[in-house]
């Protein structure tokens, strides 16, 4: 079995690398790199760190090949969203100056299960409740709470109402 080795760093040069690196997680791989250094085997490390040994020896391979840069995680492309970047375009001028009315939505404002549905209609896209809002709040729009409005309140009396309860005097319970 091939011994693991860091030739071209110290112990040394390593815990200073550990020490002025913000990413934790790099961090994380070259505190395991100076176990190497030290004289740990990849089957030691496994034990203490709780990774598989090849991980700590593609981490060995990587920090020689490229340096720090090579402990760092790489871009991982994940899943294509449904909808394209036109498309949430759209969707973010719609929400922005229109109203669920115009759409004949039986509503003044829009909502997170609103949307969804706008979107299921106008792009054949479904999606949950919570991607809804994941969504929105990519488009930089946040949750407001909507406050009642009484039109057939009256104004004057409100005001009277209001005035009355700052005479109100103490109550002590």
Same mark, same amino acid.
């Not at 020689?64 to 909808?83: A, D």
């Not at 209609?121 to 729009?141: D, P, R, S, T």
């Given at each position: 079995?091939?011994?693991?080795?860091?030739?071209n760093f110290t112990?040394?040069?390593?815990?200073?690398?550990?020490?002025?690196?913000?990413?934790?997680?790099?961090?994380?791989?070259?505190?395991?790199?100076?176990?190497?250094?030290?004289?740990?085997?990849?089957?030691?490390?496994?034990?203490?760190?709780?990774?598989?040994?090849?991980?700590?020896?593609?981490?060995?391979?990587?920090?020689?090949?490229? #340096? *720090?840069?090579?402990? +760092?995680?790489?871009?991982?492309?994940?899943? =294509?969203? %449904?909808?394209?970047?036109? &498309?949430? $375009?759209?969707?973010?001028?719609?929400?922005?100056?229109?109203?669920?009315?115009?759409?004949?939505?039986?509503?003044?404002?829009?909502?997170?299960?609103?949307?969804?549905?706008?979107?299921?209609?106008?792009? #054949? *896209?479904?999606?949950? +409740?919570?991607?809804?809002?994941?969504?929105? =709040?990519? %488009?930089?729009?946040?949750? &407001?709470? $909507?406050?009642?409005?009484?039109?057939?309140?009256?104004?004057?009396?409100?005001?009277?109402?209001?005035?009355?309860?700052?005479?109100?005097?103490?109550?002590?319970?």
């Amino acid at each position: 079995m091939q011994k693991l080795s860091i030739p071209n760093f110290t112990v040394k040069q390593l815990e200073t690398l550990l020490t002025t690196n913000p990413d934790y997680i790099v961090g994380m791989r070259i505190m395991a790199l100076i176990q190497v250094k030290k004289g740990m085997t990849s089957r030691q490390l496994e034990e203490f760190y709780y990774r598989s040994h090849s991980r700590y020896c593609e981490w060995v391979k990587n920090f020689n090949l490229s #340096g *720090v840069q090579g402990l +760092k995680n790489k871009h991982r492309s994940g899943r =294509k969203p %449904l909808l394209t970047d036109q &498309q949430r $375009a759209t969707l973010f001028d719609v929400l922005k100056n229109n109203r669920p009315e115009d759409f004949n939505f039986n509503s003044a404002t829009w909502s997170g299960p609103l949307v969804g549905e706008y979107i299921k209609k106008v792009y #054949g *896209v479904e999606y949950k +409740k919570a991607q809804i809002y994941n969504i929105l =709040k990519a %488009l930089g729009f946040t949750f &407001q709470k $909507a406050r009642g409005k009484y039109p057939e309140a009256d104004p004057i009396q409100q005001a009277q109402f209001i005035e009355s309860l700052k005479k109100t005097p103490d109550r002590t319970y």
